[in-house]
């Protein structure tokens, strides 16, 4: 069994940064994709980052467009951790962030796919307010 667990949510101004992470513990396979997911209040779950890792080298990160360019994730391998640095956060970026993992190694866009993640943190709460 996999356990996710985020922190680093809370209450920010608009235009100003939060920075999130994600840590996994329990079996942990060698290579797997960890993604960001967020859901606001009365709308679906929606994908907003992923990051593939694996012990031979290299990583890829994708981004929803809402998102481009103002958030950043990142991924510590070796300690199975992934954070999301989010940067000129709107009012409209307010959601529960969730992290997780595809252990079906999802690639490119795929990964938005969020159907394709087996495991799943309970999230943390991000407000911006305006």
């Known amino acids: 069994q996999v356990r996710l667990v985020e922190s680093g949510g809370g209450l920010v101004q608009a235009g100003g940064s939060l920075r999130l992470s994600c840590a996994a513990s329990g079996r942990i396979f060698n290579n797997y994709v960890m993604g960001w997911f967020r859901q606001a209040p009365g709308k679906e779950r929606e994908f907003v980052a992923s990051i593939s890792w694996s012990w031979s080298g290299g990583e890829n990160a994708y981004y929803a467009d809402s998102v481009k360019g103002r958030f950043t994730i990142s991924r510590d391998g070796p300690e199975n951790t992934a954070d999301l640095q989010m940067s000129s956060l709107k009012p409209e970026d307010t959601a529960v962030y969730y992290c997780?993992?595809?252990?079906?190694?999802?690639?490119?866009?795929?990964?938005?796919?969020?159907?394709?993640?087996?495991?799943w943190g309970q999230g943390t709460q991000v407000t911006v307010s305006s």
């Open positions: 997780a993992i595809d252990s079906g190694y999802c690639s490119g866009y795929g990964c938005a796919d969020q159907s394709l993640y087996d495991y």
